[in-house]
């Protein structure tokens, strides 16, 4: 796992050479909001390095980022009242940016979603955009105060 990728985007994410709406920031991972959601509050959880697939993921790192996997399951979930979420990861194959990152979705009961079909959809207005992210920023800060 290298230090980064001149020209990933998620790279450039972490490096904050991107704008991007983010959520939770550690030493292992970031997560920020999808610009092109399924629904309001899907978060991408990328690996801080760039690591392009989950066999790339040092051993030692699986921990921490599913720990992060987690923490935003519940954290969306907690934030946008949601009946419970997504959780997906592309690997090699439909992975729009080949840097490993993890899908976690807000889901509700008769959403529309039915199996793998994601309709894609932008957020209405920036504030929307920034209103989704204090949300789970906030929820994010409160299940790690209750750790």
Not at 92 to 121: A, E, I, T, Y
Request: proline share 5%.
């Amino acid at each position: 796992m290298g230090i980064g990728d001149a020209d990933c985007a998620f790279c450039k994410i972490a490096r904050h050479e991107a704008d991007a709406y983010i959520v939770l920031e550690d030493e292992v991972s970031l997560a920020f909001l999808d610009r092109r959601p399924v629904f309001p509050g899907h978060v991408l959880l990328a690996t801080r390095a760039h690591c392009r697939t989950i066999g790339d993921l040092p051993e030692n790192l699986i921990p921490p980022f599913f720990s992060n996997v987690r923490l935003l399951a519940l954290a969306v979930v907690k934030a946008l009242g949601a009946d419970g979420s997504f959780i997906a990861i592309n690997d090699r194959v439909s992975q729009s940016v080949p840097h490993l990152h993890v899908h976690v979705v807000p889901r509700r009961h008769k959403d529309g979603l039915k199996g793998f079909f994601w309709p894609r959809q932008q957020y209405k207005s920036d504030e929307s955009a920034l209103e989704t992210q204090r949300a789970i920023q906030s929820a994010v800060a409160e299940l790690q105060a209750r750790n």
